[in-house]
């Protein structure tokens, strides 16, 4: 039987509600006017529930009574940690999200939208990707645990809907960077781990040590545009076949390009030296957005050098708050 949407306003929990993506929701519903009147908006953290356990998956939605759900926890990292533990990666998002998908159905929430990755596509693939070709080949190595996990909630959002009617869908970032990222050199996404580095030799006088070469190239996406579509796609968006949320592929660029932005931002003159010892990763993914401009062809991206700007100053601004 087809599930029909509540009546009456949204409680919407949102998983991963302290990270990057969350905190931007959080920001565009609470500073922005996103929220409509008589809504909800829960925002979980790791510290409210442990989501890759079931009991404390089923507790937390029991005590908050969803009716929505937007789906951002996940075990993430950085290239390196993802090369390491890819095991962990599958196993710790597999269970998370098998929790979350089955509590929501188990308790009557009426559409769920999961957040997917844009490294879940083939490696070997021709460009641009578009959502069809998600399941066409393995994706790259270097994050393969990662990726199939997340490739999984596609599956379990087509086996529900045939299965029960339920509306769970997902959506597809492209590399999203902004405010409350995490920075952590080691283990952080490529721009913001940039971002802290580069800050730290500005205050050490020494150079930037870039891993790889400098030429892939990325769609990066400003993490508060990527809120702002995700209630979008909440409200409006009625399939079950997932969405890329992008900027198109003329705008994106190399590695080299966007340090060359974080180091205009932070005012840093010394060298950067590109480590080419290190691996590059997938040299590039380019993403199309075809789709998401059928729907929304007057949405307007944050222009990149002023999403980098802005990213950059909250980082310095906020040393007592930014994960490093």
């Known amino acids: 039987m087809a599930s029909e949407s509540k009546a009456g306003p949204m409680r919407v929990l949102v998983t991963g509600g302290s990270g990057l993506l969350g905190k931007a929701i959080e920001h565009v519903v609470q500073q922005q006017g996103g929220k409509l009147e008589g809504e909800e908006w829960i925002f979980l953290s790791s510290k409210d529930a442990d989501l890759v356990d079931v009991g404390q998956t089923r507790a937390v939605f029991e005590k908050y009574r969803p009716t929505h759900v937007v789906h951002l926890a996940a075990k993430v990292g ?6 390491r533990e ?11 999200n098998d929790n979350v998908l089955q509590t929501a159905h188990e308790m009557g929430v009426s559409k769920v939208v999961s957040c997917l990755s ?9 460009y641009p ?3 069809t070709m998600i399941h066409n080949g393995p994706p790259h190595d270097s994050n393969f645990g990662y ?17 029960y009617g339920h509306r769970y869908t997902a ?5 999203v960077f902004g405010p409350f990222d995490n920075f952590n050199i080691e283990n952080g996404h490529v721009l ?39 209630i979008w796609v909440l409200r409006e968006y009625e399939e079950i076949d997932p969405i890329i949320l992008s900027v198109g592929g003329e705008d994106e660029i190399s590695i080299k390009e966007a340090v060359d932005f974080i180091a205009e931002a932070l005012d840093f003159k010394g060298n950067m030296h590109f480590d080419t010892t290190l691996s590059d990763g997938q040299m590039k993914k380019t993403a199309n957005n075809a789709k998401l401009r059928r729907y929304l062809p007057d949405f307007t991206f944050t222009p990149l050098k002023e999403a980098i700007k802005m990213t ?13």
């Open 312 to 324: 950059c100053d909250w980082f310095v601004d906020n040393p007592d708050i930014a994960r490093t």
């Open 118 to 126: 844009s490294c879940i596509f083939p490696d070997k693939t021709t």
């Open 86 to 96: 890819n095991l962990h990666f599958l196993r710790d998002n597999i269970k998370m």
């Open 192 to 230: 913001s781990a940039l971002i802290n580095k580069t800050y730290k030799a500005k205050k050490e006088g020494t150079p930037v040590t870039v891993c790889g070469s400098g030429a892939p190239r990325r769609q990066f996406v400003y993490s508060l545009d990527v809120g702002r579509l995700i």
């Open 129 to 131: 990707i578009d959502e």
């Open 171 to 175: 959506v597809i970032p492209t590399n």
């Open 78 to 83: 950085g290239l390196y940690q993802h090369m």
């Open 147 to 163: 990726s199939h996990a997340k490739r999984m909630i596609d599956v379990q959002n087509r086996a529900y809907f045939q299965q």
